[in-house]
């Protein structure tokens, strides 16, 4: 299941869904594990937020996308 908060952030800024779907479907699924396995909301939002940053500049590698 995609994270609702993933989704919001896809639909306020498009251009990471093409660098998201640029991932492997591995690394894809990994993005989203970690952010939906979060309990709250708060920290959901922060983690997609964290990642979109990371694939906006540029970032494909799972050990990059996770650092801070």
Not at 12 to 41: C, N, T, Y
Not at 43 to 64: M, V, Y
């Amino acid at each position: 299941p995609i994270p609702e908060e993933w989704q919001a952030l896809i639909w306020e800024w498009p251009e990471i869904q093409v660098h998201f779907d640029a991932l492997s479907i591995g690394k894809r699924r990994s993005l989203l594990f970690a952010i939906d396995r979060l309990k709250s909301s708060d920290a959901r939002i922060r983690k997609a937020l964290h990642f979109a940053r990371k694939l906006s500049e540029g970032e494909n590698d799972l050990k990059g996308l996770f650092s801070k």
